[in-house]
């Protein structure tokens, strides 16, 4: 399957906007994108959630860690709004980003907890550089990750990211 993500210019724009601002203490950012899964195989982001600044942890292990109280908003919009949510944060570098080790062993454990709360939805991680994305994604009824083939800045100019 040819997985493909599609984000609206303003939506991306907005995103990056929050993900850019300093913190306190945490190094990076982190925000969740609400996601519908499409026909043709198509993820359509379509609306942008920023953590408050107090619910980040001081972990100086993380570039930046969040507490359980910004998981459970997450968790809670995937059963008020039947919406998936895909997890989003920046490497600040040009080209194709990669999941950290960190992403890779914290990530999966987030995803299943908001598949068990909202099975029929896609829920995922996506990890924005300055010029590129990635993302995996667990789609409704998948145990495994699906890599998106495709990520799309829609608007104009489109720009694709992936």
Do not use: K
């Amino acid at each position: 399957m040819r997985l493909s993500v599609r984000i609206p210019q303003a939506l991306h724009e907005a995103a990056l906007a929050d993900l850019e601002r300093p913190h306190p203490f945490a190094a990076e950012r982190i925000g969740f994108f609400s996601a519908r899964f499409g026909a043709e195989s198509i993820v359509c982001l379509t609306a942008y959630h920023a953590i408050a600044d107090d619910d980040y942890v001081d972990d100086p292990c993380a570039g930046a860690r969040i507490n359980s109280r910004a998981i459970r908003a997450a968790l809670q919009r995937v059963l008020d709004e039947q919406s998936g949510q895909v997890h989003v944060h920046v490497h600040h570098h040009r080209g194709r980003p990669a999941p950290s080790s960190m992403d890779a062993r914290e990530l999966p454990p987030l995803v299943r907890s908001f598949s068990a709360a909202g099975p029929q939805q896609v829920h995922g991680g996506l990890i924005l550089s300055l010029d590129s994305a990635w993302a995996d994604l667990w789609l409704p009824g998948r145990p495994q990750p699906e890599p998106a083939a495709r990520i799309t800045c829609v608007g104009f100019p489109l720009r694709f990211l992936l």
